[in-house]
């Protein structure tokens, strides 16, 4: 049977393990997400708080300042590597035309957040955004750990099925533009199928018509 403990743990290592794997991205300049990032933690954040978050993104090819968000609960998220005080004003002032649509907005960090931030009073005023509204991944596991088992469980399945490929997605190119593993490292291979000699299986088959020939 599996434990309450085991699914948490499995859960953090899962979101820990793609902190530390967008981190080192940051740190060699490379702080872009990709889709396939942001449509993992819409599904997270949907499931651990009740949401129904879409990707703003598909309205238009990139939304100012939002990535996901819930028309109906009017909660939105900016989903983003970097962890600056510049970043989430910015957020703010591109959300603007926004507020009347969403009364909540929020910044996950994916990877460690700053450990205080200096917010450009009259934006965060009219959005009631206080730092409070900046997460990162230690608070979306703090989050979690008092998620009944229901929906841990459905986390636990999240994290498991996706977790190998947001890792292969954030994964660093060597120096000539390749990736050590790929989304087919995880996919079991078709066997080629191995064919027979033709010659032997002749061969065969005109002594058997010889042999029965014979004893006719």
Known sequence: MITRGHLIGEIVDGLTSISQQVSTRCQLGLTD????????????????????????????????????????????FQV????????????????SK??????????????????????????????SFTEENIWDVDDLCKKTISLPLDRLQALYEL???????????LEIPDEDGNFSTSIDSYVEKIPTPQMSD?????????????GIRAHG
């Open 98 to 127: 926004r507020k009347k649509v969403f009364d909540e907005i929020n910044v996950l960090v994916i990877g460690k957040k700053q450990a205080s931030y200096q917010l450009e009073q009259t934006l965060s005023r009219s959005f």
């Open 80 to 95: 983003t590597s970097t962890k600056t005080a510049q970043k989430v004003n910015k957020t703010l002032k591109t959300t």
């Open 159 to 169: 994290v498991r099925r996706d977790l190998a490929r947001v890792r292969i997605e």
């Open 198 to 210: 033709f010659k032997k299986i002749s061969r065969l088959s005109k002594g058997l018509c010889r």
């Open 33 to 76: 997400l990709n889709r396939y990032l942001e449509d993992f933690f819409k599904d997270y954040l949907n499931e651990a708080l009740s949401l129904s978050l879409v990707n703003l993104n598909d309205e238009r090819s990139n939304e100012p300042g939002l990535d996901l968000g819930d028309e109906l609960s009017s909660v939105a």
